[in-house]
């Protein structure tokens, strides 16, 4: 028989000022059952402080019990400093010089300190999107970027929540940095999920990591060559926006429903499509809540 299990958007935005609850339909219509909604900053205004982040963070969480009341959709929630809002708070702040740092380091590790008191409270299922810039930037932001994602590793590794990872792209040298890191961190290479990943999903390639592959419509052909050699499973998601100046952007939320039927009608496994949609999602975000 066809696969007919959960189907897994594993990083989603949404936004109240955008299609909110009407994008989530979208999702549900086209197959889906399950979300993992990862919060999205306003990027022009950051919360600076603990009571700032927790805030911000209430209202992701609210969202996502929302679209559980209205669309009886399974929503995991992953909260965290997105790099892009980091990496411009301590470039605008850097003029001060060490105050400045100073300042970036417990703006981010407030945000950090928040997201975590949600997981604690069972509000929460991981912390993410965090990691370092995807453009280029100087080398003191660079730097600190790596070190706070480092610190992050090792606070993630301790009390034993994932992290879904923002990096730059299509370098080679990225999945093997990663892998090191996390090691010397002492977290496993497989709490560490990487957002919109590569579709190439081989061990080799991976290093442990576990990929969530942006499935665009590029990506299948990748996947469907290199998933027989990815022991560590993999995930999919959209990265969906709901901004409502980029409409549908990066993928519509119809995508994944959409991509896991092309890889049904290509015979890829039920077992493979479980894992992706149901096991991984599990072992890394706690279990499903809808029956």
Request: aromatic share 10%.
């Given at each position: 028989m066809p696969y007919d299990g959960p189907i897994t958007d594993d990083h989603f935005h949404l936004n109240r000022a955008g299609r909110f609850l009407d994008a989530a339909?979208?999702?549900?219509?086209?197959?889906?059952?399950?979300?993992?909604?990862v919060h999205?900053?306003?990027?022009?205004?950051?919360?600076?402080?603990?009571?700032?982040?927790?805030?911000?963070?209430?209202?992701?969480?609210?969202?996502?019990a929302d679209v559980r009341a209205a669309l009886n959709l399974d929503v995991r929630v992953v909260l965290g400093p997105h790099p892009a809002a980091f990496a411009h708070q301590f470039e605008a702040w850097s003029v001060d010089g060490e105050a400045g740092r100073a300042r970036a380091?417990?703006?981010?590790?407030?945000?950090?300190?928040?997201?975590?008191?949600?997981i604690d409270e069972g509000l929460a299922h991981a912390v993410g999107e965090v990691g370092r810039p995807h453009w280029k930037v100087s080398d003191d932001v660079w730097d600190l970027s790596n070190e706070l994602l480092a610190s992050t590793m090792a606070r993630a590794a301790r009390e034993g929540f994932a992290l879904q990872l923002h990096v730059e792209g299509e370098s080679e040298a990225t999945y093997p940095d990663l892998a090191l890191m996390a090691d010397r961190a002492g977290l496993a290479r497989d709490q560490l999920v990487r957002h919109y990943a590569p579709p190439d999903v081989r061990d080799s390639a991976t290093h442990g990591i576990v990929?969530?592959?942006l499935c665009g419509k590029g990506a299948l052909p990748v996947l469907l060559d290199t998933m027989a050699e990815a022991s560590g499973g993999f995930l999919l998601e959209t990265d969906h926006m709901d901004d409502p100046k980029r409409p549908g952007a990066v993928l519509g939320p119809k995508t994944v429903p959409k991509r896991t039927k092309q890889l049904i009608d290509a015979g890829v496994d039920d077992e493979v499509l479980y894992r992706t949609h149901v096991d991984l999602p599990e072992r890394l975000y706690g279990p499903r809540s809808c029956t």
């Open positions: 339909q979208d999702f549900k219509r086209a197959g889906g059952t399950d979300l993992v909604l999205c900053p306003d990027f022009r205004a950051p919360p600076v402080d603990l009571d700032g982040h927790r805030t911000a963070y209430a209202d992701t969480v609210a969202m996502a380091v417990e703006a981010y590790d407030s945000s950090i300190e928040a997201a975590v008191e949600f990929p969530s592959v």
